[in-house]
Nanobody, 123 residues
Framework: QVQLVESGGGLVQAGGSLRLSCAAS????????MGWFRQAPGKEREFVAA????????YYADSVKGRFTISRDNAKNTVYLQMNNLKPEDTAVYYC????????????????WGQGTQVTVSS
């Protein structure tokens, strides 16, 4: 069974940091582009960051550029999202996903999804 499992979410004060992880199992994702999305209550799921299969290329939403860093370790079949200088508007459920091509910013381009991890940033 193919699974993506996110972890690392939690409650943090504004200005703080969190590191999310996305562990893949069931098959290797080393040939897939990977992405992070988030969804706040009452809002649509939005793109956050994407990384190419090799990890050489990354792409970010303007709202997180300079604060978030996406990376991957293909040997561990894991993708990460380092989030610094967090703001209350970053509060959302964060999802990782796999896509055939890079970069992709729409949800319909991703064919595997995790269940999400909650990130809450207090002011």
């Amino acid at each position: 069974q193919v699974q993506l499992v996110e972890s690392g979410g939690g409650l943090v004060q504004a200005g703080g940091s969190l590191r999310l992880s996305c562990a893949a199992s069931g098959r290797t994702f080393s040939s897939d582009a990977m992405g992070w999305f988030r969804q706040a209550p009452g809002k649509e799921r939005e793109f956050v960051a994407a990384i190419s299969w090799s990890g050489d290329s990354t792409y970010y939403a303007d709202s997180v550029k300079g604060r978030f860093t996406i990376s991957r370790d293909n040997a561990k079949n894991t993708v990460y999202l380092q989030m610094n200088n967090l703001k209350p508007e970053d509060t959302a459920v964060y999802y990782c996903a796999a896509a055939r091509y890079y970069p992709r910013v729409v949800t319909t381009s991703y064919h595997y999804w995790g269940q999400g991890t909650q990130v809450t940033v207090s002011s």
